[in-house]
DNA sequence: AAATATTAATTAAATGTTTAATTAAATTTA
DNA sequence: TAAATTTAATTAAACATTTAATTAATATTT
């Protein structure tokens, strides 16, 4: 007669404890892997439970995806509501604050990317609109606005201003693999700072509406 | 008794063509989704032959997976050959070139980022040093040197500077699903070829060692 | 006929899910 | 309060399906 170790009621509210176990190794996973590569048994063995408390807490494999899906963006959302409001977004703005919603969830470009590539039609739909659509409209409408009054150069389309900033923000937790192992050392709140406040000199540097800037149109190369 | 449609040796080369076919369809597929995540069975019925095929010419899943990956890879070191040489790479010839390539091979920062995501170690670093090493050192000479002899301003961070480069290079392939969903239209040439032009504007304007930048360095949000 | 190419059927391993047994806490009853 | 019962949580094992790989039969070309 085998000993089952630990099986029983546990005291208390701990039930709740394994359910958060699992959706943190959920994460984990689902972050780094895509749904189909990542087994139920993978999961349940990094939360050091069995694999029959998936289906009992979250039904299926594609429940615990979901229900991890859905803890993720709501705490996305809820950091990305500190960039909230109405009104214009300015690129430095924008630049310090997502930089910020990057550095608490670096895995977020990667996971959105993923998703989108897989998914398709409506589904793909949804998940643009619901965290492009937060700030793209109004960071684009305080880059066409400064165009309009004279403060950025007007020889440059609006969008793909947009897109750099965006670009240049972004691209470097999206390689951060990639960046890790070619200098060796992981991003930190250092140079993440250093990388923001280099990038909007940089931004502004080239987009102010400068004399300078405009009769510099010939380049060195 | 069924009756196979089609079986037999058949003529002249075309067995190749079957070959061909599974590669194709193998490039399709691993392309978007990973290993674990594609099946056999997809990738021959995309093919249109039956999935002992795979074994028959790749002796398995995952020697259909080396070989695709390694035409994939030597296709793209001919591509990259073109920015090829020993010589610094300016920002300019770097950007067009790359971007060529990018034309060519727009899936290949997804792939390659899922691939350094999945893998660790040695071979993560193996995949990077031959496809980040190709071209890197030589940007960044370039760019060191441009600081030395003041053609650019000396209050930004070379690497940093790469970084930069490198992102409005890469981004808008990399974030491509995401861009077509938003805009509503799929990235071609002549998008490419004003995007190339922006980065470089946007690039320079910030980057040369101009005095109207250097008093612009408070900005006006 | 011999060699080659293709296919359907089969096998073995892995995976998501379900079930039944077991344990322990909570609740009820005497 | 002590015993009995119910409820919840957990596990091991089984079950059904999927999947990669293998095999044997079949068809075609030379």
Same mark, same amino acid.
């Given at each position: 007669m /085998?000993r089952? %170790?630990?099986?029983?009621? *546990?005291?208390?509210?701990? $039930?709740?404890?394994?359910?958060?176990?699992?959706?943190?190794?959920a994460?984990?996973?689902f972050l /780094?892997?895509?749904f189909k590569?990542?087994?139920?048994?993978e999961i349940?063995?990094?939360?050091?439970?069995?694999?029959? =408390?998936?289906?009992?807490y979250f $039904?299926?494999?594609q429940g !615990?995806? =979901?229900? &991890?899906v859905d803890?993720?963006l709501s @705490?996305?959302?809820?950091?990305l509501a500190?960039l909230?409001?109405d009104?214009a977004l @300015?690129?430095t703005?924008?630049s310090?604050?997502?930089? /910020?919603?990057?550095?608490?969830?670096p895995?977020?470009?990667?996971?959105? !990317?993923?998703e989108?590539?897989i998914k398709?039609?409506?589904?793909?739909?949804a =998940?643009?609109a619901?965290?492009?659509?937060?700030f793209?409209?109004? !960071?684009?409408? @305080?880059? @066409?606005? %400064?165009?309009?009054?004279?403060q950025?150069?007007?020889?440059?389309d *609006?969008?793909?201003?947009?897109?750099? &900033?965006?670009a240049l923000?972004?691209f *470097?937790?999206?390689?951060? *693999?990639? !960046?890790?192992?070619?200098?060796?050392r992981? =991003?930190?709140e250092e140079?993440?700072?250093?990388l923001v406040?280099?990038?909007?000199?940089?931004f502004?540097?080239g987009?102010?509406?400068a004399?300078?800037?405009?009769?510099?149109?010939?380049h060195?190369?």
């Open positions: /085998q089952r %170790k630990n099986a029983g009621r *546990p005291a208390g509210n701990e $039930g709740e404890k394994v359910k958060a176990d699992l959706m943190d190794a994460r984990r996973h /780094q892997r895509e590569a990542v087994s139920v048994r349940a063995e990094s939360a050091g439970v069995n694999g029959a =408390m998936v289906n009992y $039904g299926s494999k !615990l995806y =979901m229900a &991890m803890e993720l @705490s996305l959302e809820a950091s500190e909230g409001g009104e @300015s690129v703005e924008f310090r604050a997502y930089t /910020q919603v990057l550095l608490e969830n895995w977020w470009p990667n996971f959105l !990317l993923r989108v590539l398709e039609g409506e589904s793909r739909n =998940m643009v619901r965290f492009a659509g937060a793209a409209p109004r !960071l684009m409408a @305080s880059i @066409s606005c %400064k165009i309009r009054d004279g950025y150069r007007d020889d440059l *609006p969008g793909l201003t947009m897109l750099s &900033m965006i923000t972004v *470097p937790f999206l390689a951060k *693999p990639v !960046l890790e192992t070619v200098l060796g992981d =991003m930190n140079i993440a700072a250093r406040e280099h990038n909007i000199t940089l502004h540097s987009v102010l509406h004399a300078a800037n405009k009769e510099g149109d010939e060195a190369d």
